[in-house]
């Protein structure tokens, strides 16, 4: 499976972005994926994740700012992320899990994408 993020940008805090992460190769519905974000020098963390079924689970930084959605119908995973603020600065990858579910740790993704860089000011 191949994965293809896009969709950063610069913007404003309290404006919206959505990303979109395409896959190619393989039987994308099957599996969980997730978004996470870096900041250089710091861990990957999960922001939101989607079982293959619909259901999601958040970081309690982003909830009820940020929404993951799925289109099985066209391989592809959105995070649409409003109210944007000044920390959700990072580079943000996609990713699927290694099954079904919304899996929350690093270890359970086996497919990345590249990452698209999300950059908030003030």
């Known amino acids: 499976v191949q994965l293809q993020a896009s969709g950063g940008g610069l913007v404003q805090a309290g404006d919206s972005l959505r990303l979109s992460c395409a896959a190619s190769g393989g039987t994308f519905s099957r599996y969980g994926v997730g978004w996470f974000r870096q900041v250089s020098g710091k861990q990957r963390e999960l922001v939101a994740a989607?079982?293959?079924?619909?259901?999601?689970t958040y970081a309690d930084s982003v909830k009820g700012r940020f929404t993951i959605s799925r289109d099985n119908a066209k391989n592809t995973v959105y995070l649409q992320m409003n109210s944007l603020k000044p920390e959700d600065t990072a580079v943000y990858y996609c990713?699927?899990?290694?099954?079904?579910?919304?899996?929350?740790?690093?270890?359970?993704?086996?497919?990345w994408g590249q990452g698209t860089q999300v950059t908030v000011s003030s």
């Open positions: 990713a699927a899990a290694r099954g079904a579910a919304a899996a929350v740790t690093i270890s359970d993704y086996r497919y």
């Open positions: 989607i079982t293959s079924g619909g259901s999601t």
